[in-house]
Nanobody, 125 residues
Framework: VQLQASGGGLAQSGGSLRLSCVGSRITLKLYAVGWFRQAPGKEREWVSCISSEGEESTRSYADYVKGRFTISRDSNLNTVYLQMNDLKPEDTAAYYC?????????????????WGPGTQVTVSS
């Protein structure tokens, strides 16, 4: 199983970026996938999670990104996205996607066993 995050870069305050998480040797729509971030000198923190695809699929967000970030998936591309709008300098961090496969719900996402390499997001003021 491999996860690969991409889409990071440099943005101005108030700008937008979209991160992508592509799965290899795993069908992401069957499981919960989360996004996390870690800023220099700080602990890793949870950002968002989307549960497995279906009628009862849920999306959850940390308070500090709620209303600005949106998580979604494209099952045909085996990809989970994180659309980040109204970016702030405090959003600057390395962003990671992760999964606690084979869990389908987000309850255990903080115990994820599978992590992709991070993609750097830098927001200038």
């Amino acid at each position: 199983v491999q996860l690969q995050a991409s889409g990071g870069g440099l943005a101005q305050s108030g700008g937008s970026l979209r991160l992508s998480c592509v799965g290899s040797r795993i069908t992401l729509k069957l499981y919960a996938v989360g996004w996390f971030r870690q800023a220099p000198g700080k602990e890793r923190e949870w950002v968002s999670c989307i549960s497995s695809e279906g009628e009862e699929s849920t999306r959850s967000y940390a308070d500090y990104v709620k209303g600005r970030f949106t998580i979604s998936r494209d099952s045909n591309l085996n990809t989970v996205y994180l659309q980040m709008n109204d970016l702030k300098p405090e959003d600057t961090a390395a962003y990671y996607c992760a999964g606690n496969f084979p869990d389908r719900l987000c309850d255990s996402i903080n115990g994820s066993d599978y992590w992709g390499p991070g993609t750097q997001v830098t927001v200038s003021s």
